[in-house]
C-alpha cells in the first residue's frame, strides 16, 4: 500500500513553454501533498506543501507565480512550471500523506518516483 | 527541524554488515528519529523509524543512544541494490514536512 506515482517519469521542454507535471496517490487519499526538487548531486529542497482543496504554502525563495501548484482531489497534486527556462532543469519529486491520526498513512510521507525536467 | 550530521559517504562490502552514524545533539523530546534512503535517479523511500527504543523491521535496524542525542542505522547484510544515499531525519508529531540534508552515500563493493 501507499503508491504514490508521478507523470511524466521525463519530460524535456523548450525553454518559455510551460509543463505540467502530475502527482496520485494511487491506493490512499493524500490529504497534504509535497513538492521538492532535486538538483544534480544535491539533496531534496522543499518547495511546497498542499492540503487539498487549499491554497499551496511555498517555501522561501520559491515562486508561487512560476511554480502553480493545484491539489484540487485527494489523489491528484499537480505542478506547473510556468515559462520554463534551463535552470529550471532538475528533478522534481512529490510526496503525500494521507489524513491526520490515520495510523501511519497520516504521519509518514511517501514519494512518488520524480520526474526529470530537461528545459532546452 | 533539529539538524543532523551525517558521513559523506561510506563504503561497504557486499554481504557485511554496515552501520551507518547519525548525530543529532540538538534533538527535542517529540522528535522522532527517520531514515529515508535514495536510489539512484528515484524518489526517497522510507526505511525506518523510532523514538527512544531500538526499532527492527524487515529491512533494517534502528539503534538509538540512550541520550538519544545519536542513532545509527543497521543494515544487517548489504547487497548491491543498497547502494543508495541515507538521510536521518527528525521530525516532531505535528504536520511538519520532512526536510532532507545531505546524506550518507553508501556504495556497496561485490
Known amino acids: 500500500g501507499a503508491v504514490v506515482s508521478q507523470h511524466p517519469s521525463w519530460v524535456i521542454c523548450k525553454s518559455g513553454t510551460s509543463v505540467k507535471i502530475e502527482c496520485r496517490s494511487l491506493?490512499?487519499?493524500?490529504?497534504?501533498m509535497f513538492w521538492y526538487r532535486q538538483f544534480p548531486k544535491q539533496s531534496l529542497m522543499l518547495m511546497a506543501t498542499s492540503n487539498e482543496g487549499s491554497k499551496a504554502t511555498y517555501e522561501q525563495g520559491v515562486e508561487k507565480d512560476k511554480f502553480l501548484i493545484n491539489h484540487a482531489s485527494l489523489t491528484l497534486s499537480t505542478l506547473t512550471v510556468t515559462s520554463a527556462h534551463p535552470e529550471d532543469s532538475s528533478f522534481y519529486i512529490c510526496?503525500?500523506?494521507?489524513?491526520?491520526?490515520?495510523?501511519?498513512?497520516?504521519?509518514?510521507?511517501?514519494f512518488g518516483p520524480g520526474t526529470r525536467l530537461t528545459v532546452t | 527541524d533539529a539538524k543532523t550530521t551525517q558521513p559523506n559517504s561510506m563504503e561497504s562490502n557486499e554481504e557485511e554488515p554496515v552501520h551507518l552514524p547519525c548525530n543529532h545533539s540538538?534533538?527535542?523530546?517529540?522528535?522522532?528519529i527517520h531514515w529515508y534512503r535514495q536510489l539512484p535517479s528515484q524518489g526517497p523511500e522510507y526505511v525506518i523509524h523510532?523514538?527512544?527504543s531500538n526499532v527492527n523491521n524487515r529491512m533494517a535496524s534502528l539503534a538509538i543512544a540512550e541520550d538519544r542525542k545519536s542513532s545509527t542505522l543497521i543494515l544487517h547484510r548489504a547487497t548491491l541494490r543498497d547502494a543508495a544515499v541515507y538521510y536521518c531525519?527528525?521530525?516532531?508529531?505535528?504536520?511538519?514536512?520532512?526536510?532532507f540534508g545531505k546524506g550518507t552515500r553508501l556504495s556497496v563493493i561485490a
Open positions: 523510532g523514538l527512544t
Open positions: 491506493d490512499f487519499q493524500a490529504t497534504t
Open positions: 540538538t534533538i527535542s523530546g517529540t522528535d522522532y
Open positions: 510526496s503525500a500523506r494521507g489524513p491526520p491520526k490515520t495510523s501511519h498513512l497520516g504521519y509518514e510521507q511517501y
Open positions: 531525519i527528525l521530525r516532531d508529531v505535528g504536520d511538519t514536512p520532512l526536510v
